[in-house]
DNA sequence: ACGTGAGCTTGATCCATGTCAACAGGAATC
DNA sequence: GATTCCTGTTGACATGGATCAAGCTCACGT
């Protein structure tokens, strides 16, 4: 049979190589803008692939710092712990996202990185990275866009946290979910929560309580639908006025 | 006198010139790490330095982003405007320090950047930095550190808006505060605020009844002596206390 | 099929911070 | 030097979200 369907084959090889070149996300991840040679260069420097089961560290805070990581599929959190036992949830990556970035700084990593569900990442050695980006222009500039962004987020996150109420700040991040399951191809209106109400809330400046209060009234006035971790959005431009106007 | 003194003209030309091998502010700033050679390569970059104004923009969210700024002298604050006319104060920056690159992501500031006395700062053109960067290894080693330290402290300021309450994230501005001025070769315990109250809220989420409050509970507590702008630390660990354990 | 526990919802109450208001002190302007 | 405005302080009161508590639901393991 095998014989009949050369093809195979070749499908299979390219699905077993870890590569860059025939991953689905790299229009949304670091080999974004990149040629078919230059991304094959990209690929040499990928060779751990790893699997991350839910409830694992892909690393902790403190651990020296010597890569980033690409999520090839998945969705992680990461948090900062206080000395006093207080943490905080700094941020909710999916699929395309880089991990890693705050241990530049120091060499070291200063979050934590836990998978929220069965996951799949690349490992990129940063000097590896670093001196490839000296070859590849669009490479280096492309990472330098991406930490950017974060920084970008970063600000969103704190606006949020500053400025916002209880239910602007849910309605934000709902929107948020939503606008990036869309650039992954998956629906706008409905997805699942990887996340609990507690980690939510943590990520939110609000008690879980809070959150939990705040979905229920979202659901009686008809701008969503949930149950449990199921959530349908009913009414998009309601969340988007909500957070805009205080009202 | 001047024959008797031919040293002086080598000063004064010096002094004029607008360059990172003679700035005091090398060791804090993009330059950290380079060698003699190295920073004169950078010194040609960096052709351009502007004086602006209190209450000047440096730039302005929106605008087209085409260089990263650092600050030769003065102090600095970012802040992000949402539709609805809120805004947020998301950061102080001093001598040494980068503003601008948070433009890097989309090519176009995300933030405004306003003198809050009159500063002074080196324009620095972000593909001509990206190209000398890719041929100076520590320059683009150090230009990561500084992005990454960027995104670690914006992590600080989300845990200080999601975990902690109005004295603890007050303390913790303070100390932030004076570290910084420390490493600038001020002292450590006495120092001139350059942002008013209603600023200092705005970054740490409060309104500014309420960091006046704390101020005055600081005083009271002998923890500080306040008076206008004019802090004196009396008693750096009682502040330290506070913003770890919560009592 | 059943029991168990983690996660979620909802109610009652409390408290930290926001809001509103009056006033005071300095700096800037004329 | 008087006036004005901006900034900061303080008090009284309001309120959003935290806290405490009870009960519910559903996924999971046995």
Known sequence: MASTYPLNQ??????????????????????FG?????????????????????GDHLYRAGEVFDSIYAIRSGFFKTDVLLEDGRDQVTGFQMAGELLGLDGIST??????AIALEDSEICAIPFNRLESLSREIHNLQHHFHKVMSREIVRDHGVMMLLGTMRAEERLAAFLLNLSQRFTARGFSHAEFYL?????????YLGLKLETVSRAFSKFQEEGYIAVQQKHIRILNVNSLKALMNHRC
Chains 1, 2 share one sequence.
């Open 10 to 31: 070749e499908i299979s090889l390219s699905v077993i190589k870890t590569a860059c070149s025939n991953c689905n996300l790299r229009e949304l991840c670091l080999p």
């Open 34 to 54: 990149l040629s078919i040679d230059e991304l094959e260069r990209l690929d040499d420097l990928i060779s751990t692939r790893r699997r991350i089961k839910r």
């Open 107 to 112: 060499e070291h990593h200063t979050c934590n």
């Open 194 to 202: 990887r996340m609990t109400r507690e980690e939510i809330g943590s």
